[in-house]
């Protein structure tokens, strides 16, 4: 893992393949343009695999999924203002967030690199309250503002590069043993062996670089989530959300939710959202800063932001 992560540092700084968070943390990046087509291919193949909700809904239940839907447009429609209002840099990537609601039957969220936002149907069920639901949306604006899908795209792309070119080396290797002096015969049976193992090298580029890319990716995945969160907390604090009111919400839904992946990262945000509301004051006055009117641009280094947003009335936040 060292030895990879050491080549995709060399890979990085040869081709200038690297990047930094709004947090600082170094990144590998591609043009937006191949990132905007890997992340979308990505979100519809996940969506794709994703079970369809298959029933036909009663009045009652059409009524709370339209007014499920209703909540989403409301509440995006404000954190696509604060969002491009906090970082004004955004708007040189993307033009506007887009939230869609697909008819999936668990529950779900995912996103792309140009700013669509898909929520499965089945969130519905888990009844979120409006700071968390709020929470769930932001989170995938944090991963956008974080360049998260450009770094996976970037991190699959190279390791395929490093694998398509690496792993073929052996058979270069074996090609300078066919040197002056070597009998015709070893010539040939070493040109056979070379010749019927292409395929196989090939094969084991492939299933290398998508292994590869898959542990480098989960292995940085939990800094993309903790990222997200506190993006998505410095957002909703600047819509009037006390973090440790968001908290409270997070941890009302945990006994909802089941043991599968999306769950999971729900939960493990729900406890990284509790950890910032309880955190030392300085942090508490450092994320009242980030709810202030200033905007922050994208290489900002937000840190571990905690709880200190002034609570807003119900009408303050309409606004």
């Not at 079970?51 to 007014?67: G, I, L, V």
């Amino acid at each position: 893992m060292r030895v990879l992560i050491g080549l995709l540092i060399v890979v990085c700084s040869v081709l200038g393949a690297c990047s930094t968070s709004p947090f600082g943390r170094p990144q590998l990046v591609v043009p937006r343009a191949l990132s905007a087509v890997y992340s979308e291919v990505n979100m519809r193949l996940q969506l794709v695999t994703t079970a369809d909700a298959r029933y036909e809904c009663a009045q009652s239940e059409c009524d709370a999924s339209k007014e499920f839907e209703l909540r989403i447009a409301r509440l995006g429609e404000r954190l696509t203002d604060k969002a491009f209002e906090i970082y004004p840099d955004l708007r040189e990537r993307i033009g506007r967030f887009e939230f869609v609601i697909a008819d999936k039957a668990e529950s779900g969220t995912t996103s792309n690199a140009s700013g669509t936002v898909v929520i499965f149907s089945g969130t519905r069920v888990l009844e979120l309250s409006d700071p968390a639901l709020a929470f769930v949306l932001a989170r995938e604006i944090g991963h956008v503002i974080g360049q998260h899908h450009n770094e996976n795209a970037a991190t699959k792309i190279i390791t395929s590069v490093l694998a398509q070119v690496l792993l073929p080396l052996s058979g270069i290797m074996r090609s300078l043993s066919l040197l002056p002096g070597v009998s015709s015969a070893a010539t040939a049976s070493a040109t056979t062996a070379t010749a019927s193992s292409g395929a196989a090298t090939m094969a084991t580029a492939t299933a290398a670089s998508f292994l590869g890319s898959k542990v480098l990716i989960a292995s940085y995945w939990p800094k993309q989530l903790s990222e997200a969160d506190t993006i998505a907390l410095t957002i909703l604090a600047r819509m009037g959300y006390d973090p440790q009111e968001t908290a409270d919400a997070l941890a009302a839904t945990e006994q909802r939710l089941d043991d599968s992946s999306w769950p999971q990262d729900l939960r493990a945000s729900s406890a990284h959202v509790a950890q910032i509301a309880q955190g030392p004051r300085p942090d508490k006055e450092r994320l009242a800063q980030l709810a202030g009117s200033a905007p922050l641009k994208l290489t900002y280094v937000i840190g571990d932001p905690s709880a200190g947003a002034t609570e807003l009335s119900p009408q303050a936040r309409a606004q």
